[in-house]
């Protein structure tokens, strides 16, 4: 029998929020089977055990594998048709954005490719999100920018244990660049943003892990002086400064991730 969570498809811990709030035995048979799926164990074009299958492997009943069906649809996963049964759509389908299958994919054999997706992602908008922040940005907004900058480097003297210091310092980061984010104005911008924050943060953590850093933050002082250089023309007013600083930024994460990869493999 598949080992299941009986946990939410949505919502769990420090997962990621699912669009669609599924708990119980119907959200961990839809998280089992989504999991299974994103990392290969059936392959585009490939027929998903039957309905009774399912049903006697997962010890559930015939409603549920259908609910679990008609929502991986929904997903874009796999497509269910009478006499055919159920088959696994091409990655073109999936709804990549969707904050479970980011989730599931987190999980899975394809989160590197996931992590370099979402670089590409940030190369692509936060040089201009920071541009359009230091540009125009409000002075409400600008000032929650300086406090997340002081609280980002606040982390750098407290005196809490060194993987609590370390912890403490991705979730200012994130906050530093979520800051940038609402000072644009942009609903879609923040909601792209709360979608992918998880595997930032893993993404963070593998940066650190390229440089040495696994419980504290040595090794972090370079990463630190570049989001400086941001902050610096940001405070200063200079817009094309900062979008420059925040590109080069971004690039060199690039590089970092790279190298935590090769690591880890």
Do not use: C
């Not at 759509?89 to 954005?97: E, I, Q, S, Y």
């Not at 800051?179 to 650190?208: P, R």
């Amino acid at each position: 029998m598949s080992v299941i969570t009986r946990q939410s498809g949505g919502t769990r811990g420090n997962s990621l929020g699912g669009l669609m709030q599924v708990r119980g035995i119907l959200g961990g048979i839809v998280a089992d089977l989504g999991r299974r799926v994103v990392a290969g164990e059936w392959k585009s074009g490939e027929t998903l055990p039957t309905e009774a299958e399912l049903m006697a492997e997962l010890e559930v009943g015939r409603s549920v594998v259908r609910e679990a069906m008609r929502i991986l649809n929904a997903k874009g996963l796999v497509r269910s048709r009478q006499m055919e049964g159920t088959t696994v759509m091409p990655r073109a389908n999936w709804r990549l954005l969707d904050p479970d299958l980011i989730q599931w994919r987190i999980e899975a054999a394809d989160r590197k490719t996931l992590l370099k997706d979402l670089l590409q992602v940030r190369l692509a908008l936060e040089p201009g999100v920071v541009w359009i922040a230091t540009a125009t940005g409000s002075d409400e907004a600008k000032a929650r920018i300086h406090a997340a900058w002081k609280a980002k480097t606040d982390v750098l003297t407290e005196s809490s244990s060194p993987q609590e210091q370390r912890d403490h310092f991705i979730t200012h980061d994130l906050e530093f660049h979520r800051a940038f984010l609402a000072a644009v104005g942009s609903e879609i911008l923040e909601q792209l943003f709360s979608v992918i924050e998880a595997a930032l943060s893993l993404m963070i953590d593998g940066q650190m892990q390229a440089r040495g850093s696994t419980t504290t933050l040595v090794g972090m002082e370079e990463t630190n002086q570049l989001h400086q250089d941001v902050y610096d023309a940001f405070a200063a007013g200079d817009a094309d400064k900062a979008e420059q600083a925040m590109r080069y930024l971004i690039q060199r994460a690039i590089i970092d991730a790279n190298e935590g990869f090769a690591l880890s493999e």
